[in-house]
């Protein structure tokens, strides 16, 4: 039976209550961490990590990050089956590229010692364009990290798992809670996982969208 992408997109949806007497089997965690591995980024700069809660101490860690501005946010992750923090790095340093390009190397992306270090100066030439001409190299990552959460949302949405992307968390208190900033790294976005419950009542909602007509132009 072949996937259908629209129904997909139609059914998903921003899950606003966890009922957290369900987890998801671990088959399925296994295959969205996959996901999150195997995610695209611009030169293939892979400038994320992810923090994976699945235990309800994890889960409460982070909660703290929900207080005292965001509190109604709590009970979607501690009632969620597993949490993740999608996090960014504070820099692209020499040491991240050479670590994504000794990898790609090992993989056998690169042909010969002449292909890898083209393959160097490419990643290095966006990385500096970024860092030193258009003075964004954070916000470059975090739109890459972006890319990574849509794959997320979207391959939950084929395993029939519910997930609610959060930006309403402290990003500092969070940061201090997991130890972040000494990692060189800091939280952008949480995702909570797992199925909804009989009190979500944005299960019950229809979807709504702009119409199509003012949102696509083919030329």
């Given at each position: 039976?072949?996937?259908d992408l629209a129904r997909l997109s139609q059914?998903?949806?921003?899950?606003?209550?966890?009922?957290?007497?369900?987890?998801?089997?671990?088959?399925?965690?296994?295959?969205?961490?996959?996901?999150?591995?195997?995610?695209?980024?611009?030169?293939?700069?892979q400038p994320w990590h992810f923090v994976v809660?699945?235990?309800?101490?994890?889960?409460?860690?982070?909660?703290?990050?929900?207080?005292?501005?965001?509190?109604?946010?709590?009970?979607?992750?501690?009632?969620?089956?597993?949490?993740?923090?999608?996090?960014?790095?504070?820099?692209?340093?020499?040491?991240?590229?050479?670590?994504?390009?000794?990898?790609?190397?090992?993989?056998?992306?690169?042909?010969?010692?002449?292909?890898?270090?083209?393959?160097?100066?490419?990643?290095?030439?966006?990385?500096?364009?970024?860092?030193?001409?258009?003075?964004?190299?954070?916000?470059?990552?975090?739109?890459?990290?972006?890319?990574?959460?849509?794959?997320?949302?979207?391959?939950?949405?084929?395993?029939?798992?519910?997930?609610?992307?959060?930006?309403?968390?402290?990003?500092?208190?969070?940061?201090?809670?997991?130890?972040?900033?000494?990692?060189?790294?800091?939280?952008?976005?949480?995702?909570?996982?797992?199925?909804?419950?009989?009190?979500?009542?944005?299960?019950?909602?229809?979807?709504?969208?702009?119409?199509?007509a003012s949102l696509f132009t083919h030329i």
């Amino acid at each position: 039976m072949s996937l259908d992408l629209a129904r997909l997109s139609q059914t998903r949806y921003t899950t606003k209550a966890f009922d957290p007497a369900r987890k998801i089997p671990q088959d399925k965690v296994e295959q969205l961490l996959v996901a999150l591995r195997n995610c695209p980024s611009s030169v293939n700069s892979q400038p994320w990590h992810f923090v994976v809660a699945a235990t309800e101490e994890g889960k409460a860690r982070i909660a703290k990050a929900t207080q005292p501005n965001y509190a109604y946010n709590e009970p979607k992750i501690l009632k969620a089956s597993h949490v993740i923090v999608l996090c960014v790095r504070k820099d692209l340093d020499q040491a991240h590229l050479h670590a994504v390009l000794d990898k790609e190397e090992a993989d056998g992306r690169t042909a010969n010692a002449e292909a890898k270090a083209t393959q160097h100066k490419v990643r290095s030439f966006y990385t500096d364009l970024h860092r030193f001409d258009r003075k964004d190299l954070q916000h470059w990552m975090e739109k890459q990290l972006y890319i990574a959460l849509g794959t997320l949302l979207l391959g939950a949405a084929v395993l029939e798992v519910d997930a609610c992307p959060i930006e309403g968390f402290d990003a500092a208190l969070l940061d201090a809670e997991l130890g972040l900033r000494e990692q060189g790294l800091t939280s952008v976005v949480i995702v909570s996982l797992g199925y909804h419950s009989e009190e979500d009542f944005n299960a019950k909602l229809p979807k709504s969208r702009l119409p199509e007509a003012s949102l696509f132009t083919h030329i």
